[in-house]
């Protein structure tokens, strides 16, 4: 067997993408995507009619409407092939607007619901600040299920837990990209490779407490920079991975063993923590890697988003 396929003994796997006709052949059962991925399928001459359909049939309605109605359509489209579920993201630049967020959710969920899928088959992707997190909070108490992204820290990932959140979405490569850019020089590859990648240890610690306090959100590790990182998080409940890395997956033989088990975590000895919002916003702030990668990430989110309103103007 591949290491693609060892792989789906121990985890559920997702494609990370917006191309859904590269996804037949890996197999995934469920598909993320984000405004970046949208942005680059959409500029593929293969994905350019959908942007145009989507804008000629609703043209002169609100421009947040029409880019609603194109991420839908992608949605619509990857849940062709796949037989779970697709995540679609609601726009960066709401993340510190609970209300707006839901507002946002409601009507992708309207969208897809007006298509004939069931909500059980979509998680609204929102940023893990605390104003997204109390978003999904809402939105889970109506049966709308939430994949909350750009996480990067131990706070995050209990405030989300507490929420009822259907799914998270730890980040490993950018969290690995900002403790190898802090060390600058010093910094060994092969030393920091597997579990010992930071990316990894904190997907890990958030798996274990998970499991050993029975919360129910699933955990499923993001943002890969290489295969290494995805096989010592073999056993996680899901991991999202790009076309590149699944190729490198299904073209290596190499054994697979796992590396998370619940069973495991369960008889570690580990306290229970909980964070009110004075707590989870001081402990944020106190992980400069989780700060800055947060703001980061959604500034490169935004960004992204804003150049996809561009196209569908020009369209």
């Known amino acids: 067997m591949n290491q693609l396929d060892q792989l789906k003994a121990h985890t559920t796997v997702v494609a990370d993408t917006g191309n859904f006709r590269q996804l037949a052949q890996y197999a995934p059962r469920d598909a993320t995507t984000n405004p970046s991925l949208i942005l ?8 350019a009619p959908l942007l145009q359909e989507a804008v000629a049939a609703h043209r002169g309605e609100p421009l947040a409407d029409i880019v609603d109605q194109v991420l839908v359509r992608f949605g619509l489209e990857i849940l062709k092939v796949v037989p779970g579920r697709v995540s679609t993201e609601v726009d960066a630049r709401l993340s510190f607007d609970t209300a707006a967020t839901i507002a946002r959710a409601h009507r992708l969920i309207g969208l897809y619901e007006a298509a004939g899928v069931p909500r059980e088959r979509v998680l609204i992707k929102i940023a893990s600040t605390w104003e997204g997190i109390q978003a999904a909070r809402a939105l889970e108490r109506e049966g709308i299920h939430c994949n909350l992204t750009l996480l990067f820290s131990f706070c995050q990932a209990v405030a989300c837990g507490e929420a009822g959140v259907t799914l998270i979405s730890p980040f490993v490569g950018r969290i690995y990209d900002w403790y190898k850019k802090q060390a600058g020089a010093g910094w060994d590859d092969a030393a ?18 998970y499991k050993k306090f029975g919360i129910a959100t699933e955990v499923m ?31 290596s033989e190499a054994p697979v063993q796992r590396a998370l088990d619940p069973a495991a975590s369960a008889r570690m000895d580990l306290h229970a923590v909980t964070y009110a919002e004075p707590a989870f916003r001081y402990a944020l702030n106190e992980d400069a890697m989780a700060t800055e990668k947060l703001a980061e990430g959604i500034r490169l989110f935004a960004a992204d ?11």
């Open 192 to 209: 920091m490779a597997g579990a010992n990648d930071p990316g990894v240890q904190s997907v890990a610690r958030i798996y274990h407490h």
């Open 40 to 47: 680059k399928a959409v500029q593929q001459a293969e994905y």
């Open 221 to 251: 590790g993001a943002s890969f920079r290489n295969t290494g990182q995805i096989l010592a998080l073999a056993g996680c409940d899901l991991l999202t991975i790009s076309p590149d890395l699944l190729g490198q997956l299904q073209g």
């Open 305 to 315: 988003a804003a150049r996809l309103d561009r196209l569908i103007q020009e369209a």
